[in-house]
């Protein structure tokens, strides 16, 4: 089941960012940094008790003058409200209750999902007239009132009905920047094979979950493409693009990305690719449009590379080159999928990997520090969807990125794990 998405919605200057950091924060949430990952501050995932969930700042609704202030404020709203599953309203008691809290109230309302109001700095009965229900005071610099908060917004995260029966079909997220391509391959996917079965209503985040069947097979695409509202300005189509990713992936098993190339990769690219690879996903890279670029024997290599250099956190990741406009090579991406869904769900036996652990340390010496070297212990696979190891050792500081790797490195030359990143986890052990 995937983690709630929890957004947090307000006026510029009501402590909004403050409030998402603090939530964010070391003492209450798990927020990593993966290497050669852009990270992007609009999310983050936390942790409060035993519950976890994902964060969502929508940026700032900035009241304008004239037309624009409804236009702006319904487009940050909309973000809120097709995308989390519990919204935060933010407000401020210093600034008093605004005509602009009124209206994104009435849109949040409409939005039939379940809001929190939340009053920054101290309590006030003033917001009470918002009609949201009971305002819960919290101050976002000095930490307080986070619980009560928090409680509230879980209460509204209905968990699964343990008798509800879970779709085992693999579901694959389309993601990438707005104009990559998006609606184009699926429409081709689905229009001109003529592998839909059924459009199904999505979830809570409105998405579009559409049934594919091909060779007897079942795959559920999620489409993230067509359902951004024409934004204002470049940072709002970012920020949506990012905000829409992280919804989708939440509930894949894999996910395909989608790059414009005559455009060719790009920051934004390397963001969506990366809350894809910290969540574990599987991954195929898209490279679109390739029908338009003119082409020589060096082409696609020189091409790959590049991808290769910006998403190198991703080595795994498997890449085709297609045309979404005219089908090539489309048939290829049903194939990788398949290889990519198997490898994300493989596991390995204990005794065999044992054997890799005590090859790999023969032919290279464990590292040490200080005439004390890292011994490796034990091997065993925990857990799949990504492929997750646990290898005991004596000392965790003994055990450098690089030795990690290089195990990974093993790993994957003897059972491939292609299109699939893989975990492994150090744990001590005590000598005996």
């Known amino acids: 089941m995937s983690k709630p998405i929890i957004a947090i919605v307000g006026r510029p200057n009501v402590g909004k960012s403050t409030l998402f950091n ?38 700032g609704i900035e009241p304008d003058s004239g037309d624009l202030l409804l236009s702006h404020m319904r487009g940050q709203a909309e973000i809120a409200m097709e995308t989390a599953d519990v919204i935060i309203f933010l407000t401020d008691v210093r600034q008093g209750l605004v005509d602009a809290d009124y209206q994104v109230a009435d849109m949040l309302r409409r939005s039939g999902k379940p809001i929190v109001l939340a009053v920054n700095k101290v309590d006030n009965y003033e917001f009470y007239n918002l009609g949201l229900g009971t305002p819960f005071p919290v101050s976002a610099n000095s930490k307080i009132g986070f619980g009560d908060l928090l409680d509230e917004v879980l209460v509204h995260c209905n968990p699964q009905d343990a008798d509800e029966k879970e779709d085992e079909r693999p579901r694959v997220a389309i993601i990438g920047k707005p104009n990559a391509g998006k609606s184009s391959l699926i429409n081709k996917l689905l229009g001109e094979d003529r592998l839909i079965v059924s459009d199904i209503a999505g979830t809570t985040r409105d998405a579009i979950d559409t049934t594919v069947k091909r060779n007897g097979k079942e795959y559920v695409f999620i489409d993230t493409a067509g359902l951004r509202k024409k934004a ?201």
């Open 22 to 59: 603090a939530l964010a924060g070391e003492k209450i949430s798990i927020v990593k940094d993966t290497p050669g990952v852009t990270r992007d501050r609009i999310y983050a995932d936390v942790t409060w008790l035993n519950y976890h969930f994902t964060l969502i700042d929508t940026g």
């Open 232 to 432: 204002r300005v470049k940072e709002d189509i970012e920020r949506y693009s990012v905000i829409r990713t992280v919804a989708a992936v939440e509930r894949c098993d894999v996910a395909i990305l989608v790059i414009d190339a005559e455009e060719g990769i790009t920051e934004q690219d390397a963001k969506i690719a990366g809350i894809a690879h910290e969540r574990g996903k599987g991954m195929i890279i898209a490279v679109n449009k390739w029908d338009l670029i003119e082409k020589n024997d060096k082409t696609i290599y020189k091409f790959t590379n590049q991808v290769r250099e910006v998403l190198s956190y991703m080595s795994y990741a498997e890449l085709v080159f297609i045309s979404a406009k005219t089908g090539q090579r489309l048939p290829k991406i049903f194939d990788v999928l398949d290889m990519v869904i198997e490898n994300h769900a493989l596991r390995v036996q204990t005794g065999v990997l044992n054997e890799i652990l005590t090859e790999a340390v023969a032919m290279k010496q464990p590292p040490s520090d200080k005439g004390k070297r890292l011994k490796l212990y034990y091997i065993t696979q925990v857990s799949v969807k990504p492929p997750t190891f646990v290898v005991f050792i004596n000392d965790r500081q003994l055990m450098h990125f690089s030795y990690t790797r290089y195990l990974e490195n093993q790993i994957r030359n003897t059972f491939g794990f292609r299109g699939t990143p893989i975990h492994i986890i150090a744990r001590e052990r005590k000598e005996r």
